[in-house]
């Protein structure tokens, strides 16, 4: 066993998290240590894997255009952007959460999340105008859902941008090289065990440990323990590396738990998508989220949920489970010619399984489910399909009446063909249980007060989702809380050093 290591912070991650609290930690000029279960090609945690929108309150079109480069007056013009100020994100995030969500952590994030991402566009993170989130008419691009931006090139290019600024920084990071146990000394955190690759067990003295590991959803013991037994059979859409140790470690320390361990955020996945995050197709290039444009039905050829419901930044983090629920945990989305050419883009992915027919007793053929069933299903929808005008850039209310579940916005009749129907699962993304912590990041025991020297962020922050969350919200939460925890660690320190 060696143990002639010391950091002045050590980041147990690589995630966005991660690097956010390891770039924040060095910009004090703290000597940071990143450590990495999983080789250097597979870094980067469920970060790697995201499509890179992001929800920050930046009130109005000025606000964007401080964030997004190469915006100009001419195309600006041509835009219609709803105003999106800190009011509006809290209320969503309360909205989804069923009011669950812990005040102060939700205040964090919201007031932080404009002034955090300005400052991921100082360490050298680009961002883009969000293609999925607009509705183009006449030449005027009408945005919609409160998430306009995403980072360029996706997660990917998030995490790359961080890891460019943290090696400019001096931060050093181990793969292959899990974080396996934390010490303490004097009720302070004063070490971590690491199973370090080529070494063995090393024991890393250092003043502060942030986690930013994730969450258990890689982990089937777990995900079938706390979210049950269907949840062995789940897709998992980012890392294999998620598995809890940063739970399990902060617990056996002081921590306590908090949250919603029987909750996560899970959304539609392709039906043959790989059961872990491939590496080799980064980018969330197998989910399916234009479903409020169409319908959904299980394998039975029945209707479930109500795809119109609201905005699907509001509804895919739990129309995944519902998905799960249903006979053998697949359901098919369907569309018809009118809506085709307004599917998201990885509706045209060679990866996309999909079934086109000419007439519905095809498309049941090729779909494999009960024909009778599924022609009476359609036919009930289209009777039931209101008048209305149209438009999926807004609420529009054009809904059905008489049938269960109805379908409350965007209801159009299912009758242009040919017909398309794509087979999804469901595919877990992160778990909502985690550790209790404060809105410096620190992380709290069962009295409340902080365990000294430990902080956490991104998936280990319990108590801010619950149920369901507004989609760009994670990643957000990830950056906010990532720099909180570096500030927090460093202050400590420094305060340490003072006295």
Known sequence: MQNNKHFDVVVVGTGNAALSAAVSASEKGAKVLMLEKGPEHKRGGNSFFTDGAIRFAYKDLDGIRRVVDHLSAEEASNIEMPEYDTGVFHEDLMKVTKGKSNPELADHLVSQSYETVLWMKEQGVKFVMNENQFFEKDGKKTFWGGLPVKTDNKGIGLVEALFKKAKEKGVEIWYESPAVKLEKADGKISAVHVNRKGDGETIVSTDSVILACGGFEANKKKRMEHLGDEWEDAVVRGSEYNTGDGITMALEAGAVRAGQYDGCHAHTTDYNAPRVGDYSKPGDIYKKSSYPLGLIVNTEGKRFVDEGADFRNYTYAKYGKETLKQPEHKAFQLYDSQVRPMLRVEYDLDEATVFKADTLEELALKMGVDKESFLKTIKDYNGAVQDGNYNPSIKD????????????????????????????????????????????????DGSGHPVEGLYAAGEMVGELFYHNYPGGSGL??????????GKSATECIEEKTLN
């Open 397 to 444: 209310g054009k809904s059905t009446q008489g049938i269960s579940p109805e379908k409350t916005n965007w209801a159009l009749r299912f009758d242009k063909a040919p017909f398309y129907a794509y087979p999804v699962t469901c595919g877990i993304t992160f778990t909502f249980g985690a550790i209790k912590v404060n809105d410096k990041a620190e992380v709290l």
């Open 476 to 485: 957000m939460s990830g950056s906010v809380f990532g720099r909180t925890a």
